[in-house]
């Protein structure tokens, strides 16, 4: 195994001078508290099918990058939907269907009446509708057919036919958007308020928080997950969160530092360099929007217009950000297929591979390394967020199919 392909390339580093060092700060209670966090972990560990996923140590990666270990939570089969959103969407469907039938019965309906079908007829009157480049929607439209409720997915045209396959077999309609992800944002929600629709999206606007809360609240059961693996290891010094609207990060960040505290480990967020919209916002010290030109290859990353609820979490809860380019996305997914040398071999889409990417990269660059406070002694975790949620694209990059790989 050789690391050469992740030396000399772009990589744009900025260290956040508004990071928080120190104890998790009770404000951010007010994003995710730990009882929403315990909530969302109750509910989805008890549905049908539910299983933790793998957190796999590279060792032999480890080696060869010069660290102590690389630990990898391995999404791809996350409730046979292939990626960590299966968590968040569903969830958010959930909460927002007892919410919503509690106000036109009148009656206090609990999200376990909904789950067991008592007011199927009500549910089925509701529906629900969401922008998505792929994961998020087919959780969406996964919960909506769990619980019976009507569902329309929002695509633009960067999005792959695979994906939206994915998502009609599920059973929602998928309404095609002239544009990129923001725009088919901005169209759900123009055609939710006029036709008496619901949104159910993972990213928080002005004035718009209580579903992607709940998006982030199903996230943290790989949190969850991961402080029952680790039991008595050492904890990670380092987390490469890859960043799309920053859900994803701002979940795992306030989680970790919860359950760590002022132990916890430094937080890194990876963007691809054609959507970098938190890496700007740590440089502006506020959150600001980016005008996506060219679509990356890391389809679930390319969102130019940041989270709120993330972002409040990551203004502060994030050490540094970084951005790489698309070209070493597919040596990534490579490497993992080819089991890194020894380790275990799976399938890791475009998304997935980011985080790791991003850290392999800021190992081979010396002066981001020591920015970054990497060594010999480093415990990287990183997010294998999705497995190959398109195994079209997954084999046209890779040279292999998906589902000729062992794990
Ligand atoms: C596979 C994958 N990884 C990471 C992300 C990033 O999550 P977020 O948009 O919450 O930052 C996404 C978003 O769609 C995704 O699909």
């Known amino acids: 195994m050789t690391l050469d392909a992740y030396k000399n390339v772009t990589l744009n580093h900025h260290k956040n001078a508004s990071y928080n060092e120190g104890a998790y700060p009770s404000s951010l209670d007010s994003v995710l508290s730990a009882k929403t966090i315990e909530d969302a972990y109750t509910t989805i560990s008890s549905w049908k099918g539910y299983e933790a996923t793998p957190l796999y140590h590279l060792h032999n990666l480890a080696r060869e990058a010069g660290v102590a270990d690389i630990l990898y939570k391995h999404e791809g089969g996350r409730f046979g939907l292939g990626s960590f959103k299966a968590l968040g969407g569903a969830y958010a ?129 790989m949190t969850n997950e991961i402080k029952e693996q680790l039991g008595s290891e050492p904890a990670p010094t380092h987390v490469f969160l890859q960043g799309g609207v920053g859900g994803l990060a701002g979940a795992m960040c306030t989680h970790l530092w919860q359950i760590f505290g002022e132990n916890k480990p430094s937080f890194v967020i990876v963007e691809p360099d054609r959507a970098d919209c938190l890496y700007q916002s740590g440089i502006k010290g506020e959150a600001v929007d980016v005008h996506i030109t060219e679509e990356t290859i890391m389809a679930g990353l390319s969102c130019g217009e940041v989270s709120n609820l993330g972002w409040e979490i990551l203004k502060s809860g994030t050490a540094d950000f970084l951005t790489i380019s698309d070209d070493i996305v597919a040596p990534t997914m490579k490497l993992l297929a080819n089991g890194s040398g020894n380790d275990v071999s799976f399938a890791a889409g475009e998304s997935a591979v980011a985080g790791l990417a991003g850290a392999l990269a800021a190992l081979q660059d010396e002066s981001i390394k020591e920015a970054l406070g990497l060594d010999e002694n480093s415990r990287i975790l990183v997010f294998g967020t999705e497995g190959a949620t398109d195994p079209a694209i997954y084999e046209e990059l890779v040279g292999v199919a998906a589902d000729s790989l062992a794990a």
């Open 93 to 221: 469907v959930l909460r927002l269907l007892a919410e919503e039938v509690s106000k036109r019965t009148g009656k206090d309906i609990s999200i376990a009446d909904i789950q067991g079908g008592s007011y199927a007829k009500e549910v089925s009157e509701v529906t629900i509708v969401t922008a998505t480049d792929g994961n998020h929607g087919r959780s969406v439209a996964w919960g909506c057919q769990s619980f019976g409720a009507r569902c329309f997915i929002y695509m633009h045209a960067g999005v792959s036919k695979g994906r939206a396959k994915a998502v009609e077999d599920l059973g929602a309609t998928v309404n095609w958007v002239d544009g990129n992800y923001d725009e088919s944002v901005r169209q759900a929600a123009e055609d939710a308020e006029n036709n008496g629709w619901f949104v159910v999206s993972d990213t928080s606007y002005e004035g718009y928080v209580n579903p992607p809360r709940n998006v982030m609240a199903g996230y943290t059961v």
